[in-house]
Every structure is written in structure tokens, then in C-alpha cells.
């Protein structure tokens, strides 16, 4: 079993920054794929980034939802099993509980999207962006 915990949301005004962590135990996650998915009042959960392994020499693939590509950087620490969410030039559009989620594998890059995808879940983290 695969426990995930998230920390780093909280409140930031417009332009500013926010680093979210993801903490794993249970399972060593460093072939994981692992992403991040967020959701507003109101509205259904959405993608907002993903990092898998690809299985050669080039390492870790990221991807990305087209609302926070160049602003959002995913990344992580195999040796602390710990995946992070950089967010910079934060929008009040982003205020949002932000999820973490973790599978063994997802075959494809673009199914990386998708909350089926995933088994494990975090219980979120509040994100606010005031104007």
C-alpha cells in the first residue's frame, strides 16, 4: 500500500510562487508514474502535471496541462521519494485543492492525464491565489 501525503499549499497573491511537496511510503516510487491534479469549487478534477520514467537513458518525461505549461515545473527525489510542484506566476485561476497521485505504470504519455490512470491518491492541499 502506497500513502502520499502532500504539503506546501497555502496562500499567495497573483504573480507570486508556491513549491508543493509529495511525500511517499510504502513503496520505493523512483519507476512510478506520479502527477498532480487539481480541483476548484464547483468543478470537476483536472490534470495539471505528470513525471514518469521512461525506461532508457533519457530518464524522467514530463507532461504537462496546456493552463500551466511554463509556469509549473514537476520534478522529484528518488531518494527521498519525494515529487515536487514548482508553480510560479501563480493566477487566481489556479486556487484549487491540489492532489497527488501515484501509479506503477501508465503506458502512455497522454493517458498520464487521465484520474483513472492512477491508484493512489493524497488527501490534497489548499492552493489560493488572491488578485
Known amino acids: 500500500q502506497v500513502q502520499l501525503v502532500e504539503a506546501g499549499g497555502g496562500l499567495v497573491q497573483a504573480g507570486g510562487s508556491l513549491r508543493l511537496s509529495c511525500a511517499a511510503s510504502?513503496?520505493?516510487?523512483?519507476?512510478?508514474?506520479m502527477g498532480w491534479f487539481r480541483q476548484a469549487p464547483g468543478k470537476e478534477r483536472e490534470f495539471v502535471a505528470a513525471i514518469g520514467w521512461s525506461g532508457g537513458w533519457s530518464g524522467d518525461i514530463t507532461y504537462y496541462a496546456d493552463s500551466v505549461k511554463g509556469r509549473f515545473t514537476i520534478s522529484r527525489d528518488n531518494a527521498k521519494d519525494t515529487v515536487y510542484l514548482q508553480m510560479n506566476s501563480l493566477k487566481p485561476e489556479d486556487t484549487a485543492v491540489y492532489y497527488c497521485?501515484?501509479?506503477?505504470?501508465?503506458?502512455?504519455?497522454?493517458?498520464?492525464?487521465?484520474?483513472?490512470?492512477?491508484?493512489?491518491w493524497g488527501q490534497g492541499t489548499q492552493v489560493t491565489v488572491s488578485s
Open positions: 510504502g513503496r520505493t516510487l523512483s519507476s512510478y508514474c
Open positions: 497521485a501515484a501509479a506503477p505504470t501508465i503506458p502512455t504519455m497522454y493517458r498520464m492525464r487521465f484520474i483513472r490512470e492512477y491508484n493512489y
